[in-house]
């Protein structure tokens, strides 16, 4: 695998992270800690910020620079957590469970391309998408699929989600 490859499964890997968070703080600005599902949002915002502290890390000891979209990131992680917990519990369920789709299929997409080139990557990308589908089966779970207009809902989210998946591996 090329070193430009890597870097860019980095970048977009790290910026995914960094999205996560922020989603998640948006929705618990709005939910609180007392509202249907808080706890489980919060528990899934902690293993997100591990995530992306494991990738910082990444990207500081292999020389990548992160994203340059990711103030734009953090201000549109935050809106739309904020925007589906204001729709309620189910359709902030309904947003974890299509991003956690997303990245199940581009982080399943990295391992095929990945190989055996970077055990390291390889390995912490395997751990950190069994634990996305963990999310995604806890906010099924939890209701997303009651969420309104959850088709439209959840394959907008999902749209954006690949669109910024896209522009965060090359710029």
């Known amino acids: 695998m090329s070193k430009a490859r890597s870097a860019r499964m980095l970048r977009v890997d790290q910026a995914g992270e960094y999205g996560a968070v922020r989603i998640y703080a948006g929705q618990l600005a709005v939910m609180g800690d007392r509202a249907p599902h808080s ?19 990444l990207l500081a000891q292999r020389g990548v620079r992160p994203t340059a979209l990711q103030p734009l990131w953090s201000v549109a992680g935050f809106a739309l957590g904020a925007a589906t917990a204001l729709m309620g519990p189910e359709a902030a369920m ?25 055990p390291e990557l390889g390995a912490l990308i395997e751990k950190f998408r069994d634990e996305e589908r963990e999310h995604k089966e806890a906010a099924i779970a939890a209701g997303a699929e009651q969420a309104p207009a959850y088709p439209l809902l959840s394959g907008a989210i999902r749209l954006g989600c690949r669109l910024a998946i896209r522009l965060s591996e090359r710029i």
């Open 94 to 118: 309904a947003c974890t469970a299509a991003i956690e789709t997303e990245i199940d299929r581009h982080y399943t997409e990295q391992l095929e391309e990945l190989g055996g080139d970077d």
């Open 39 to 57: 706890q489980e949002v919060a528990r899934m915002a902690a293993q997100e910020a591990e995530h992306r502290a494991t990738f910082d890390r």
